[in-house]
Each structure stands twice: as structure tokens, then as C-alpha cells.
């Protein structure tokens, strides 16, 4: 038995996958980073234990908190998803960095780097046909700029 997609099956489902998945890790993440109590709307999220690597400031704990939030939900609408997932990726290059490298790839960075290549995989190929995105970009060629209505 033989499985194949169309073009135009795989440009939507492929892209809606990687985008419902994401968008479901990041805004519960982003979520219990903020609504936890003692966290601070996301300001320290991190505690000051003697494991982590190095500590973050609050401001950075709290963007990073809020960016997962928001980043996982323009993902799930398919809203700027380029840009959506080019903001996640950096947040789990950032997690390298700060936390999770010194562990080595196997159960230490392995998670964010397959992170990082998903969202990778949407800032080149776009959020799909079944995104927000599509809709503005469609909207954009009916109406091209420089264009009026007279």
C-alpha cells in the first residue's frame, strides 16, 4: 500500500502540524511561566538554585515568559509566523546557552535544538494555507499598495 499526499495537501497539513505543536508546548510553557504563583507575571519563573548555569535577570525572565505566550499564539493562528518562529527559536538558543548546554545534547539540549529546527522549517517555508497569514497575503494582492480606489 502506497501512502502519498499532493503538493497542495502536504504545503497545508505539513506547516499546520509543526505550527498546532509549537503553538500548544509554548503556550502552556509561556503560560505556567506567568500564571504560577510567586512567579511574578513571569519575572521569576527561575529559581535561585545552585543547578542553574547562570541566573537570568528579571526582565529577561519575564520577556522570555511572555514572548512564549504570545510567540505560541500567533503560531497557533498562523499569525506573522515567520517571524513568530524565527522569535521561539532564539528563545531555545538562548536555553542552550543559559541553561541547558553545559548538560551536552543527550538529555540536556537535544529538546531546544529539535525546537529550533522546527521553527526553523516555518520561517521557510511560512505558516501555511491554513494561516493567518495567508489571508493578509491574499488580501495584499487584491489591494497592492500605491494602488487607490478611485
Known amino acids: 500500500m502506497k501512502f502519498t499526499i499532493d503538493v497542495e495537501s502536504r504545503n497545508t497539513l505539513v506547516p499546520l502540524v509543526l505550527r498546532l505543536g509549537l503553538a500548544f508546548i509554548f503556550i502552556y510553557s509561556g503560560l505556567q511561566k506567568i500564571t504560577v504563583s510567586g512567579t511574578g507575571w513571569g519575572s521569576s519563573w527561575i529559581p535561585d538554585a545552585p543547578d542553574f548555569i547562570k541566573p537570568l535577570p528579571a526582565a529577561v525572565q519575564l520577556a522570555v515568559a511572555w514572548s512564549e505566550l504570545i510567540g505560541g499564539i500567533a503560531l497557533g493562528l498562523g499569525l506573522l509566523t515567520r517571524l513568530a518562529a524565527l522569535g521561539?527559536?532564539?528563545?531555545?538558543?538562548?536555553?542552550?546557552?543559559?541553561?541547558?548546554?553545559?548538560?551536552?545534547?543527550?538529555?540536556?539540549?537535544?529538546?531546544?535544538?529539535?525546537?529550533?529546527?522546527?521553527?526553523?522549517?516555518?520561517?521557510?517555508?511560512?505558516?501555511?494555507?491554513?494561516?493567518?497569514?495567508?489571508v493578509i497575503r491574499i488580501k495584499r494582492r487584491i489591494f497592492p499598495k500605491g494602488v487607490s480606489g478611485e
Not at 538562548?94 to 537535544?110: E, N, R
Open 88 to 134: 521561539i527559536a532564539g528563545i531555545m538558543a538562548g536555553t542552550i546557552y543559559w541553561l541547558t548546554g553545559a548538560q551536552g545534547f543527550k538529555s540536556g539540549w537535544d529538546y531546544n535544538f529539535a525546537v529550533i529546527v522546527m521553527c526553523l522549517a516555518l520561517v521557510i517555508s511560512g505558516g501555511g494555507t491554513l494561516a493567518i497569514d495567508k
